[in-house]
């Protein structure tokens, strides 16, 4: 059997070949550092296969023709980096209070204000608790590799027209300027019932999209039903558990620095020391029920992230209560190495 | 140019295509003399790019050019 056919690519480039490869026909962006490849690849092969690509006048602008062309079913992308995520808040909570789908990339880099262009993590509460405004959620997939920048891409449009929910890839300036070999997989996009969608109304009554509920108990009603969908998004949870089997202590972390720590741990190991892996995938829904199983074989977990704390308090939410929970912060503007992370890992052990 | 062990050798020159530069410093990891840095110029995209700090060091090797994930440095010898 011959091995399959690899390519090196950039991570950015990773997310647009994605995106192609699962029919996404339409892609409205600007452009912002460090994510300009993405906008850069689809510019020149979305329309080879049968694709519009948009530079649009500014964030808010892209959003809402993302908005625009979800409504009438097709699949849609856009993408930018955390000042520019900020500025589209707006219009995914218009996409999530109208339920069209739509994914949104966001190669986030570090804050707040303009802040800088190296990787952060510091747009986790943005990503999984919403975002803009109103009682709702978005699905957040989280990659740390360029496979899985491919990877999750593809099947954030499966998620996002199952749920007919905006879906957000959250990776950082780190996973979207490396580059690897991967496999570009053919991607067989699942097709779902779009009657909702605006097609022109010919041989149909008139429908509508809207988020405005006025009259009395609508929009109680919506808001629970969307609350319903986002209990059924549990069933999409993804997390990867790596040397956890006989593990004293389990490091929590995704993106890029689970990529980075991930090494750090193999270090620990050949020093004795017992250590394992918790990676989440999605961070909303997030894995909480998998960690509380795994809190109850191991009492001592370490939250490694790339910002002051933010998602170890979902590990704090998910986890035993018996069980004790560190934290190892690193705010932005240096990349932590993997001895750095095995040091930190010692003092905690 | 004469190196330390007193060859004579022509000088390499080393181009950088700054637009391509992400600042990740491989090149300045592989390269055996310690010759390159991250220097505090900013590219259009707002990297800080590599640049050769120390040419008379420079034996024109090469590995940062082979180093380089985003084609950004040429050697001429």
């Known amino acids: ?349 | 140019m004469v190196d330390e062990r007193g060859k004579v050798f022509l000088m390499p020159k080393l181009v950088f295509r700054e637009e391509r530069c992400k600042g990740c410093g491989l090149c300045v990891l592989a390269c055996p003399k310690k010759c390159l840095e991250i220097t505090k110029k900013l590219n259009n995209q707002g990297y800080p790019v590599a640049g050769l700090v120390d040419p008379d060091r420079c034996n024109g090797c090469a590995l940062c050019a082979e180093m380089c994930p985003d084609l950004v440095i040429e050697v001429w010898k």
């Open chain 1, 1 to 349: 059997m011959s091995s399959p056919k690899m390519e090196l690519v950039n991570g950015n480039e990773a997310i647009a070949r994605g995106a192609i490869a699962a029919g996404c026909k339409f892609y409205f962006g600007y452009p912002i550092t460090p994510q300009n490849e993405i906008p850069e690849y689809l510019s020149k092969h979305l329309p080879e296969v049968g694709g519009t690509f948009i530079q649009a006048e500014s964030e808010i602008a892209s959003v809402n023709m993302l908005l625009g062309a979800g409504a009438t079913g097709a699949r849609a992308m856009t993408s930018s980096s955390s000042p520019g995520i900020s500025l589209k808040q707006e219009g995914i909570s218009y996409l999530a209070g109208s339920e069209i789908p739509g994914v949104i990339v966001n190669m986030s880099r570090s804050g707040p204000g303009l802040g800088g262009i190296s990787p952060s993590q510091g747009d986790y509460f943005q990503a999984t608790r919403g975002g803009g405004h109103g009682d709702y959620r978005t699905l957040v997939l989280a990659p740390f590799s360029v496979q899985e920048n491919y990877d999750l891409t593809a099947l954030a449009f499966d998620l996002a027209d199952k749920y007919r929910n905006p879906v957000v890839i959250l990776a950082d300036a780190l996973l979207g300027q490396m580059k690897e070999p991967i496999i570009l997989r053919p991607v067989t996009p699942q097709s779902f019932d779009k009657s909702w969608a605006l097609t022109g109304a010919k041989g149909r009554p008139p429908q509508f999209l809207k988020s405005l509920y006025l009259n009395e108990g609508d929009l109680t009603r919506h808001n629970w039903k969307l609350f319903q969908k986002y209990q059924q998004m549990k069933a999409e949870i993804r997390f990867e558990t790596d040397l956890t089997d006989d593990a004293r202590m389990v490091v929590v972390a995704f993106g890029s620095v689970a990529r980075i720590i991930k090494t750090s741990i193999r270090m620990a190991r050949e020093e004795g020391m017992q250590v394992g892996l918790f990676r989440p995938i999605t961070l909303f829904p997030y894995p909480e029920e998998a960690l509380f199983r795994l809190s109850q074989k191991v009492d001592h977990f370490f939250v490694v992230e790339l910002n002051t704390g933010q998602m170890v308090e979902d590990v704090k939410l998910s986890v035993d209560k018996g069980a004790r929970v560190d934290f190892y912060g690193r705010p932005p503007g240096s990349i932590p190495t993997p001895d750095d992370l095995l040091e930190e890992i010692r003092k905690v052990y």
